[in-house]
T-cell receptor, first 116, second 112 residues
Framework: KAGVTQTPRYLIKTRGQQVTLSCSPI?????VSWYQQTPGQGLQFLFE???????NKGNFPGRFSGRQFSNSRSEMNVSTLELGDSALYLC???????????????FGAGSRLTVL | QQPVQSPQAVILREGEDAVINCSSS?????VHWYRQKHGEAPVFLMI?????EQKGHEKISASFNEKKQQSSLYLTASQLSYSGTYFC?????????????FGKGTHLIIQP
Protein backbone atom coordinates (compact mmCIF):
# COMPACT_ATOMS: atom_id res chain seq x y z
CA LYS A 1 0.00 0.00 0.00
CA ALA A 2 1.13 3.58 -0.58
CA GLY A 3 3.31 5.19 2.06
CA VAL A 4 3.16 8.65 3.56
CA THR A 5 3.35 11.27 0.83
CA GLN A 6 4.67 14.75 1.44
CA THR A 7 4.63 17.65 -0.99
CA PRO A 8 6.52 19.59 -2.04
CA ARG A 9 9.80 17.76 -1.51
CA TYR A 10 11.94 20.86 -1.83
CA LEU A 11 11.19 24.53 -1.65
CA ILE A 12 13.01 27.80 -1.27
CA LYS A 13 11.43 30.83 0.36
CA THR A 14 12.64 34.21 1.53
CA ARG A 15 12.34 35.69 4.99
CA GLY A 16 8.89 37.02 5.76
CA GLN A 17 7.07 34.75 3.35
CA GLN A 18 4.79 31.94 4.40
CA VAL A 19 4.73 28.31 3.35
CA THR A 20 2.23 25.47 3.36
CA LEU A 21 3.33 21.84 3.41
CA SER A 22 1.06 18.90 2.70
CA CYS A 23 0.98 15.35 4.02
CA SER A 24 -1.14 12.42 2.88
CA PRO A 25 -1.05 9.61 5.45
CA ILE A 26 -1.26 5.90 4.82
CA UNK A 27 -4.80 4.88 4.01
CA UNK A 28 -6.62 4.07 7.23
CA UNK A 29 -4.27 6.02 9.47
CA UNK A 30 -6.05 8.70 11.40
CA UNK A 31 -3.18 10.24 13.34
CA VAL A 32 -0.72 12.61 11.68
CA SER A 33 2.28 14.10 13.45
CA TRP A 34 4.70 16.74 12.23
CA TYR A 35 8.37 17.01 13.14
CA GLN A 36 11.09 19.51 12.34
CA GLN A 37 14.51 18.01 11.74
CA THR A 38 17.68 20.08 11.92
CA PRO A 39 21.30 18.91 12.26
CA GLY A 40 21.73 20.35 15.71
CA GLN A 41 18.42 19.46 17.33
CA GLY A 42 17.39 16.21 15.71
CA LEU A 43 13.65 15.57 15.47
CA GLN A 44 11.56 18.19 17.20
CA PHE A 45 7.85 17.53 17.70
CA LEU A 46 5.58 20.18 16.21
CA PHE A 47 2.03 18.87 16.62
CA GLU A 48 -0.22 15.86 16.24
CA UNK A 49 -3.67 15.65 14.72
CA UNK A 50 -6.22 12.93 15.19
CA UNK A 51 -9.66 12.98 13.60
CA UNK A 52 -9.25 16.63 12.57
CA UNK A 53 -8.38 17.73 16.12
CA UNK A 54 -5.02 18.92 17.32
CA UNK A 55 -4.26 16.65 20.26
CA ASN A 56 -0.79 17.76 21.19
CA LYS A 57 1.56 20.60 20.39
CA GLY A 58 5.30 20.99 20.78
CA ASN A 59 7.22 24.01 21.91
CA PHE A 60 7.12 26.08 18.75
CA PRO A 61 5.90 29.65 18.22
CA GLY A 62 2.44 30.43 16.95
CA ARG A 63 3.83 31.02 13.45
CA PHE A 64 3.68 27.24 13.10
CA SER A 65 0.17 25.94 12.61
CA GLY A 66 -1.53 22.98 11.11
CA ARG A 67 -4.80 21.34 10.33
CA GLN A 68 -6.23 18.00 9.36
CA PHE A 69 -9.01 17.32 6.93
CA SER A 70 -11.79 14.76 7.08
CA ASN A 71 -9.82 12.42 4.81
CA SER A 72 -6.92 12.57 7.34
CA ARG A 73 -4.70 14.58 5.02
CA SER A 74 -2.85 17.26 6.90
CA GLU A 75 -1.22 20.56 6.16
CA MET A 76 1.17 22.65 8.16
CA ASN A 77 1.76 26.33 7.67
CA VAL A 78 4.64 28.53 8.71
CA SER A 79 4.07 32.25 8.51
CA THR A 80 6.61 35.08 8.56
CA LEU A 81 9.48 32.76 7.76
CA GLU A 82 12.81 33.19 9.52
CA LEU A 83 16.24 31.90 8.53
CA GLY A 84 16.10 29.48 11.44
CA ASP A 85 13.05 27.78 9.96
CA SER A 86 15.24 26.14 7.35
CA ALA A 87 14.86 22.45 8.04
CA LEU A 88 13.50 19.14 6.91
CA TYR A 89 9.84 18.88 7.90
CA LEU A 90 8.73 15.32 8.41
CA CYS A 91 5.20 14.05 8.59
CA UNK A 92 4.37 10.72 10.19
CA UNK A 93 1.14 8.80 10.33
CA UNK A 94 -0.07 6.08 12.65
CA UNK A 95 -3.08 3.83 12.71
CA UNK A 96 -4.52 4.10 16.17
CA UNK A 97 -4.23 6.60 18.88
CA UNK A 98 -2.87 5.01 22.03
CA UNK A 99 -1.76 6.86 25.08
CA UNK A 100 1.84 7.30 26.05
CA UNK A 101 3.24 7.36 22.55
CA UNK A 102 2.59 3.70 21.80
CA UNK A 103 1.74 4.28 18.17
CA UNK A 104 4.21 3.15 15.55
CA UNK A 105 5.01 6.01 13.23
CA UNK A 106 5.50 5.74 9.49
CA PHE A 107 7.39 8.74 8.19
CA GLY A 108 7.22 10.45 4.86
CA ALA A 109 10.35 11.48 2.99
CA GLY A 110 9.95 15.07 4.17
CA SER A 111 9.78 18.55 2.74
CA ARG A 112 13.09 20.36 2.76
CA LEU A 113 12.57 24.07 3.32
CA THR A 114 15.32 26.58 2.71
CA VAL A 115 14.74 30.15 3.85
CA LEU A 116 16.98 32.79 2.30
CA GLN B 1 11.80 16.70 27.73
CA GLN B 2 14.17 15.38 25.10
CA PRO B 3 15.78 12.00 25.90
CA VAL B 4 19.56 11.86 25.88
CA GLN B 5 21.26 9.49 23.48
CA SER B 6 24.81 8.24 23.75
CA PRO B 7 27.18 8.04 22.09
CA GLN B 8 26.63 10.86 19.62
CA ALA B 9 28.60 9.03 16.97
CA VAL B 10 30.40 5.74 16.56
CA ILE B 11 32.56 4.25 13.84
CA LEU B 12 32.87 0.49 13.62
CA ARG B 13 34.32 -2.15 11.39
CA GLU B 14 31.95 -4.59 9.77
CA GLY B 15 31.28 -7.44 12.16
CA GLU B 16 31.77 -5.45 15.35
CA ASP B 17 29.06 -4.86 17.93
CA ALA B 18 27.48 -1.56 18.95
CA VAL B 19 25.34 -0.34 21.81
CA ILE B 20 23.30 2.85 21.68
CA ASN B 21 21.76 4.19 24.86
CA CYS B 22 18.71 6.36 25.47
CA SER B 23 17.95 7.95 28.84
CA SER B 24 14.99 9.96 30.02
CA SER B 25 14.46 12.12 33.09
CA UNK B 26 10.74 11.34 33.06
CA UNK B 27 8.87 8.09 33.64
CA UNK B 28 8.56 6.22 30.37
CA UNK B 29 5.64 4.32 28.92
CA UNK B 30 7.22 3.42 25.64
CA VAL B 31 10.48 3.61 23.75
CA HIS B 32 10.73 3.52 19.97
CA TRP B 33 13.82 3.02 17.87
CA TYR B 34 14.11 4.36 14.33
CA ARG B 35 16.93 4.37 11.81
CA GLN B 36 17.42 7.06 9.21
CA LYS B 37 19.74 6.74 6.26
CA HIS B 38 21.07 9.85 4.60
CA GLY B 39 18.39 11.56 2.53
CA GLU B 40 15.70 9.09 3.54
CA ALA B 41 12.81 8.97 5.99
CA PRO B 42 13.29 7.47 9.45
CA VAL B 43 12.27 3.82 9.47
CA PHE B 44 10.75 2.05 12.45
CA LEU B 45 12.90 -0.67 14.03
CA MET B 46 11.05 -1.66 17.19
CA ILE B 47 8.91 -0.47 20.07
CA UNK B 48 9.24 -1.46 23.71
CA UNK B 49 6.55 -0.87 26.29
CA UNK B 50 7.13 -0.56 30.02
CA UNK B 51 7.91 -3.81 31.73
CA UNK B 52 11.63 -4.26 31.15
CA GLU B 53 11.13 -6.45 28.13
CA GLN B 54 13.73 -7.11 25.53
CA LYS B 55 12.97 -7.40 21.87
CA GLY B 56 15.04 -8.52 19.01
CA HIS B 57 15.07 -9.20 15.34
CA GLU B 58 18.00 -11.11 13.94
CA LYS B 59 21.05 -9.14 14.99
CA ILE B 60 19.30 -6.04 16.33
CA SER B 61 17.75 -6.11 19.77
CA ALA B 62 16.76 -3.64 22.47
CA SER B 63 16.08 -3.55 26.16
CA PHE B 64 13.95 -1.25 28.27
CA ASN B 65 14.67 -0.66 31.93
CA GLU B 66 11.58 1.06 33.28
CA LYS B 67 13.06 1.77 36.69
CA LYS B 68 16.13 3.46 35.28
CA GLN B 69 14.10 5.08 32.50
CA GLN B 70 16.61 3.82 29.98
CA SER B 71 16.67 1.83 26.80
CA SER B 72 19.56 0.34 24.89
CA LEU B 73 19.77 -0.78 21.29
CA TYR B 74 22.18 -3.61 20.53
CA LEU B 75 23.57 -4.21 17.06
CA THR B 76 25.44 -7.49 16.84
CA ALA B 77 27.95 -8.36 14.13
CA SER B 78 27.19 -5.10 12.36
CA GLN B 79 26.70 -5.01 8.61
CA LEU B 80 27.36 -2.18 6.19
CA SER B 81 23.61 -1.71 5.86
CA TYR B 82 23.39 -0.75 9.54
CA SER B 83 25.01 2.61 8.84
CA GLY B 84 22.75 5.56 9.52
CA THR B 85 21.43 7.72 12.31
CA TYR B 86 19.55 5.99 15.09
CA PHE B 87 16.87 7.84 17.01
CA CYS B 88 15.10 6.81 20.15
CA UNK B 89 11.62 8.21 20.66
CA UNK B 90 10.02 8.24 24.07
CA UNK B 91 6.40 8.19 25.11
CA UNK B 92 5.44 9.12 28.63
CA UNK B 93 3.06 7.55 31.12
CA UNK B 94 0.38 9.44 32.92
CA UNK B 95 -2.09 9.59 30.12
CA UNK B 96 -2.71 12.61 28.01
CA UNK B 97 -2.18 13.25 24.36
CA UNK B 98 1.55 12.72 24.18
CA UNK B 99 3.48 12.69 20.97
CA UNK B 100 6.84 11.03 20.76
CA UNK B 101 9.88 12.97 21.91
CA PHE B 102 13.03 12.05 20.04
CA GLY B 103 16.66 12.21 21.05
CA LYS B 104 19.20 14.02 18.89
CA GLY B 105 20.33 10.79 17.29
CA THR B 106 23.41 8.58 17.18
CA HIS B 107 25.39 8.52 13.95
CA LEU B 108 26.63 5.02 13.20
CA ILE B 109 29.21 4.43 10.48
CA ILE B 110 30.12 0.89 9.54
CA GLN B 111 33.33 0.52 7.56
CA PRO B 112 34.31 -2.56 5.54
Amino acid sequence: KAGVTQTPRYLIKTRGQQVTLSCSPISGHRSVSWYQQTPGQGLQFLFEYFSETQRNKGNFPGRFSGRQFSNSRSEMNVSTLELGDSALYLCASSQDRHLGGANVLTFGAGSRLTVL
Amino acid sequence: QQPVQSPQAVILREGEDAVINCSSSKALYSVHWYRQKHGEAPVFLMILLKGGEQKGHEKISASFNEKKQQSSLYLTASQLSYSGTYFCGTGYSGGGADGLTFGKGTHLIIQP
